[in-house]
């Protein structure tokens, strides 16, 4: 009996492993026409409807996007120290540790023992001792491919963790580019605000001069020391709004947030126009479409494990144990004895445990799947508005850079005029403050023109991954 018994394992081992290989086909082939099913329901057009027509440039790093040695520099420095990014990684690590524990349970576990008594009667009698040892072997077949199942829902998790890392790393990039260019633009404004104020204090001056040979009243003098003193106010604010983003910037690298930093005086050149590819090459490239994929592959994965683990599971064992009154003879053959077993075993009544927990799974399926298709609807809109974007700070350029040469020639005009009495000081203050803010919003103008570009850099995906 023992012969036969032994005989019959290598052909109970063989069917579950080709269970186990059909489990993974069938998991595939059972999500992707969901999957593909979700996607197409949204009906893409063939084209983006934004953005260039013509051939554009085709971006997949940073560098390209922003040829600019000192923020590429930044990048790198933040993705050696973010302290968010870390954590990130120990995601990946944490998956990492869940799918050894899942390749474990496929393999035998072994054990072994070993005890010592002694004893004696508290009366006349004489001290005894006895000593057992034991070695065990245990393995559950995977008849049913269920144990495998769990195994594909742990790969496609680990997977999706991949996906979502790559997507923080991005993130990361991308805040530290804008908050770059932010303090750039803070800075510029800072500028343009001392210009301002110095302007300010020369009307102030030469209207004290004009006031003291009684050729300008003291209203005029109290309105030039008025916008003098809100334009000083003016400075204060842009200089700690200057600070603020060096701070949000220091953050971002890692470092103390002092708020001093080297900043360059004017934003880094950058790719024009970008080629947005095709929506299915974004489906492909997208790390959060990527991670929804997967997510949704082991959500399918997880009913096929909750479907069969409702039929008969077998677990074979295997066992050598030893039992002696001397330690000496622990190992003698003769007091040795083994163990084989097979046991097959299923449940004929759970009050419904088993369906239920299938129909968890089977919505938590549709769940992932439905979440597949919003996760592409916002890439979708990711993109579209980000080419619309693009689209429309290139139609206002030429408007804003017109009104800001033409506010700067209107106040050159005034200041003249003023000079020789023609007109108020209040007009002169009044074009003064058109001219600053038509320059601001230039200055706004051209961060906003780089920000599109991240955006639009970051919703096709981001960084590509290395082949």
């Known amino acids: 009996m023992t012969r036969n018994f032994l005989r019959a394992l290598p052909l109970i081992a063989l069917a579950g492993s080709s269970a186990a290989c059909v489990t993974q086909q069938s998991v595939i082939a059972d999500a992707r026409p969901a999957i593909t099913s979700e996607a197409a329901r949204i009906s893409a057009p063939e084209a983006w409807t934004f953005g260039p027509k013509e051939d554009a440039a085709v971006v997949s790093a940073w560098s390209e996007l922003i040829p600019d040695t000192a923020l590429n520099a930044l990048i790198e420095e933040a993705m050696r120290n973010s302290p968010s990014l870390r954590a990130s990684a120990e995601s990946v690590n944490r998956a990492q540790a869940f799918l050894r524990q899942a390749q474990a349970s496929r393999l035998p576990s072994l054990g072994a023992s070993f005890g010592a008594n002694g004893g004696a009667p508290l009366e006349d009698g004489s001290f005894s001792e006895s000593y057992l040892a034991g070695l065990s072997a245990s393995w559950e077949a995977d008849l049913w491919g269920d144990i495998r199942a769990d195994l594909l829902a742990t790969q496609f998790d680990l997977l999706s963790a991949h996906s979502v890392y790559r997507s923080a790393r991005d993130a990361l990039a991308a805040s530290v580019a804008r908050s770059y260019i932010g303090a750039i633009e803070a800075r510029r404004i800072t500028g343009l605000t001392e210009a301002t104020l110095n302007a300010q204090e020369e009307t102030l001056r030469i209207v004290r001069a004009r006031y003291d040979l009684g050729a300008a009243s003291r209203r005029e003098l109290v309105l030039s020391e008025s916008d003098v003193a809100s334009a000083r106010d003016n400075l204060e604010v842009a200089r700690a709004n200057e600070t603020a983003t060096i701070m949000a910037l220091q953050m971002l690298l890692g470092r103390y947030p002092d708020g001093r930093m080297e900043i360059a005086a004017d934003l880094p050149d950058h790719v024009d126009v970008l080629h947005a590819g095709t929506h299915e090459s974004l489906l492909q490239q997208r790390p959060d479409v990527l991670s929804s994929e997967y997510g949704a592959l082991a959500a399918f994965a997880a009913k096929r494990s909750a479907e069969t683990a409702r039929w008969p599971s077998l ?10 009154l001397d330690i000496g003879d622990i190992i003698d053959p003769a007091n040795m004895a083994y163990s084989l077993g097979a046991r097959l075993a299923t449940s004929l009544f759970d009050g419904g445990l088993s369906r239920a927990r299938l129909d968890a799974a089977t919505a938590s399926q549709r769940q992932a799947v439905a979440n597949y298709g919003q996760t ?92």
């Open 315 to 324: 677990s074979l064992s295997a066992g050598l144990n030893s039992g002696t």
């Open 376 to 467: 592409v609807l916002n890439a979708y809109f990711d993109v579209e508005s980000s080419l619309q974007a693009i689209d429309t700070l290139k139609a206002r350029t030429p408007y804003i850079e017109t009104s800001a040469e033409a506010a700067r020639e209107t106040l050159r005009l005034a200041e003249v005029q003023y000079k020789e009495g023609a007109i108020d000081l209040l007009d002169v203050l009044t074009f003064r403050q058109r001219s600053f803010s038509a320059d601001r919003s230039l200055i706004s103008l051209e961060r906003q023109q780089i920000e599109a570009r991240i955006a639009l850099y970051m919703a096709l995906g981001g960084t590509p991954v290395a082949e």
